[in-house]
């Protein structure tokens, strides 16, 4: 083999390692923990934050959030081999190591805690590191493994980002910071059961008890559809706290209006593929819910 070919396979094997590196930090769930980080910024203070500060602020989260995300995919590698959504993850195909994986998602998380700490301020890096052990070993590691309730509970660290958000512009916790992550906690549960029911026979064949496994589908059908009601009350109370106007009170309903229609579908129909509609809506449902946010601050300053 020539000098050229080994080059060019060389070159071939570097790019599939970055590819595979890439793809274990869920880049496209990491982008929008970063989202509503950055609106948790915005929304922090009256006028908007540095441009520096956002950005720097944006890559510590972010890096600690792909580690948590890499971190998820090592725990999770036999489990993924054996489920149809997740068997051509890198980790549980063999194209990365356990040492590779675990090198990159240390240097991930070191290099994101060393920028919020020096760069933002101590409280949001201690933060971020707690929700990183929170997704990547009490939930991942315990709760998916041991309860229905795991997604609810262990639904917090991902919930965090806002409040991340705004810590790392005013370095303390407001209760307006908190009404934001009950929003995505409160969207979460029906946002990942969906999925789960739509994913049902997968979660049952590696014994994870995920609550349509553990209680059956209409059982969850019936969670999801108490959650979107929860769901739509607690987004009403930004506006009900002074934190928002009309803007976002109207948009907010006619969102979660949507979201219940789905949930309310769901339950009455047996088309199997109402559940993976419900979860894409609920996607988009949360990034204009945060989008709607931004504006209406924007045009109440």
């Known amino acids: 083999m020539s000098n050229s070919q080994l080059t060019i396979r060389s070159v071939g094997s570097f790019t599939g390692l970055l590819k595979d590196l890439y793809e274990i930090t869920k880049p496209k769930v990491v982008f929008m923990l970063v989202i509503t980080a950055i609106v948790g910024m915005v929304l922090a203070t009256p006028t908007v934050p540095s441009l520096s500060l956002i950005i720097v602020a944006s890559l510590g989260i972010g890096f600690l959030s792909a580690a948590a995300a890499a971190l998820n995919h090592i725990v999770d590698q036999k489990i993924d081999a054996k489920m149809a959504r997740t068997y051509n993850r890198p980790i549980a195909k063999g194209r990365l190591t356990n040492s590779q994986a675990v090198a990159f998602s240390l240097l991930l998380a070191f290099s994101g805690f060393v920028l919020l700490y020096f760069e933002v301020n101590p409280l949001t890096a201690w933060l971020t590191l707690a929700s990183l052990f929170g997704y990547a070993v009490v939930y991942t590691l315990v709760l998916k493994r041991l309860t229905p309730q795991n997604i609810v509970i262990g639904g917090l660290a991902g919930a965090m980002p806002p409040l991340l958000g705004w810590t790392s512009v005013t ?16 969207w979460t549960p029906p946002h990942f059961w969906a999925l789960a029911i739509h994913r049902k026979d997968d979660y049952a064949r590696v014994n994870i008890p995920m609550l349509p496994v553990t209680h059956g589908i209409e059982f969850t059908k019936n969670a999801i559809m108490l959650y979107t009601v929860m769901l739509t009350l607690v987004c009403i109370l930004p506006y009900l706290t002074g934190m928002t106007g009309l803007l976002y009170l109207t948009v907010s309903l006619v969102l979660n209006a949507g979201f219940i229609r789905y949930a309310w579908l769901l339950k009455v129909k047996k088309d199997k593929q109402i559940a993976m509609d419900t979860f894409k809506y609920s996607i988009w449902h949360l990034l204009a819910l945060f989008i709607v946010l931004l504006a209406d601050h924007f045009i109440a300053i």
């Open 171 to 186: 370095a303390e916790i407001h209760p307006h910071a908190l009404l934001l992550v009950m929003i995505i906690f409160t």
